[in-house]
């Protein structure tokens, strides 16, 4: 679907409700997209947005450059929660996922892309926040192994998927190893990232114009996916099988000539895979 979102980002398939989650983050807005109607619906925000996950509640989490919010999706009231980084404006938000113990990740970047000016933020259900991790450069791509023992992450610039091993609740345990590295000569950064029921990651590339299938274990490369547009910027399971990989794409600082070009960048992709995926985990929201 051609949205020409300037920079779509966090596709989060919202199984209850039959469509995918995810956000234009300089437009300061969320999409939901319903794939057997083909009707995507906007809801807008305060602050640019880089993430959107649902909550057990049945309302939306967000991570913005205003911190933390909770909106309403039927009213669109937005409730500003907490902001760890209100001394950093400079900083955004960027990607954001829940982890199997429904807690909320996401984690931060500056604007101008000053090297090891963000962080990886843990948002708890009973509204604690903890710091995972710090100097990073662009925080991207997460997903949680099905044994719940790894945390793979990307953080963009260093062209690397990192796994971390978690302990028992959750939490980074230990340094990271790197599992898989994107190849300088691609002209590519590894961007959002999610994982399939066999374990295996799809990584977008912002830059090379494909999502690329890698085995983690072994950090081979196993499928690519290719895209007719170069900005692309992550990817996720969906559908009613979860057999369905959508993609989102950008069209950031593109002129005119490049749009011509790439008439589709910044738009939604919806792509049949081989193998299903997992579903998204919500927030768990203490009553």
Request: aromatic share 10%.
């Amino acid at each position: 679907m051609n949205v020409e979102a300037g920079l779509a980002e966090g596709p989060c398939w919202w199984a209850e409700k039959h469509v995918l989650l995810w956000v234009d983050i300089e437009a300061s807005r969320i999409g939901l997209f319903r794939p057997e109607t083909g009707v995507n619906n906007f809801l807008y925000l305060p602050a640019h947005v880089g993430a959107v996950v649902p909550t057990s509640a049945g309302d939306l989490l967000l991570a913005t450059a205003a911190g933390f919010m909770r909106m309403d999706p039927n009213t669109g009231i937005v409730t500003v929660l907490c902001d760890p980084e209100a001394d950093r404006l400079g900083n955004r938000f960027n990607d954001g996922k829940c982890d199997p113990w429904g807690c909320f990740w996401a984690g931060t970047m500056a604007y101008d892309f000053e090297p090891r000016a963000g962080a990886l933020w843990r948002l708890g259900s009973d509204g604690g926040i903890t710091r995972q991790r710090n100097q990073l450069t662009v925080s991207n791509g997460l997903a949680w192994s099905q044994d719940r023992l790894t945390l793979y992450f990307i953080d963009s610039p260093t062209l690397n998927v990192v796994a971390f091993p978690l302990t028992s609740t959750g939490e980074i345990e230990a340094e990271p190893t790197i599992c898989i590295r994107i190849p300088e000569e691609w002209n590519a950064v590894p961007d959002g990232m999610c994982i399939d029921a066999e374990g295996k990651l799809w990584v977008a590339l912002f830059g090379g114009g494909a999502v690329t299938r890698w085995d983690p274990l072994s950090g081979h490369l196993l499928e690519r996916i290719e895209l007719p547009c170069r900005q692309v910027t992550s990817c996720c399971f969906g559908g009613p099988r979860l057999d369905q990989l959508f993609i989102t794409t950008a069209r950031r600082e593109m002129d005119a000539a490049s749009i011509a070009a790439e008439p589709l960048a910044g738009g939604l992709f919806q792509a049949d895979v081989a193998v299903g995926g997992l579903p998204s985990d919500y927030f768990q929201v203490r009553n």
